[in-house]
């Protein structure tokens, strides 16, 4: 199973740029690697996912290197609304049996500042 | 097209009682998931169907069972709630055809407080 660790926590003001870092050691050949946001008193939702190098979508972007040990999840100009937990997954997604083998661990609790 | 809903949204129960958990999506997916998430944990997954008519055992099972009545209902049933059953419940479900991202959707959960 592919273990990620992530900070507990991170601060950041409105307007800035956050990144945060998942570490995936043992990250898998057919492994993607998913980030989901939740709001206090609401389920998770997706927020992006990636297999290699970079993607980007209207919410944020998600940088993987080259040996997929780790990600990072940009997230740009952040406001108070992005104030939520961030989870990075791992896991093969074309089994739908996998999903049983999916680590959803504390997540970062990101607080955005005024 | 409301994505995936749960009923109901608050219960307590006592010890000993039984209830149903009610979820259904309306996206035509395939796969179906029951976690459960407690203060100071993540995600757990109790039960998941990988397709209509199949269900399968997640990572805490112990006192759930669950029906995949439809494609689109999953319900999870406590037969006899216990304090340690007090939890926030999430439904998801997932399409599972490959292609394009893979996501679940997650349903607004249901708050049960067993005393």
């Known amino acids: 199973l592919a273990k990620t660790t992530q900070p507990i926590s991170m601060d950041s003001y409105e307007g800035q740029e956050v990144n945060i870092t998942c570490s995936h050691n043992n990250i898998a050949t057919n492994d993607y690697i998913t980030w989901y946001q939740q709001f206090p008193s609401q389920g998770p939702r997706f927020i992006i996912q990636?297999?290699?190098?970079?993607v980007t979508n209207e919410v944020a972007s998600l940088f993987i290197p080259a040996d997929r040990k780790s990600s990072t999840l940009s997230l740009p100009r952040v406001s108070l609304s992005d104030t939520a937990v961030y989870y990075c997954?791992?896991?093969?997604?074309?089994?739908?049996?996998?999903?049983?083998?999916?680590?959803w661990g504390l997540g970062t609790s990101l607080a955005v500042n005024p | 097209n409301a994505g995936v809903t749960q009923t109901p949204k608050f219960q307590v129960l006592k010890t000993g009682q039984s209830m149903t958990l009610q979820c259904a999506q309306d996206?035509?997916?395939?796969?179906m998931y029951w976690y459960r998430q407690d203060p100071g944990m993540g995600l757990r997954l109790i039960y998941y169907s990988a397709s209509e008519g199949t269900t399968d055992k997640g990572e805490v099972p112990n006192g759930y069972n669950v029906s995949r009545l439809n494609k689109r209902e999953f319900s999870l049933r406590l037969e006899s709630a216990a304090p340690s059953q007090t939890s926030v419940y999430f439904c998801a479900s997932r399409r599972t055809s490959g292609g394009s991202a893979d996501t679940q959707y997650f349903g607004p959960g249901t708050r049960l407080t067993v005393l």
């Open positions: 990636g297999y290699k190098t970079k």
């Open positions: 996206m035509n997916h395939n796969s």
């Open positions: 997954l791992v896991g093969d997604i074309y089994n739908a049996g996998n999903n049983r083998k999916l680590i």
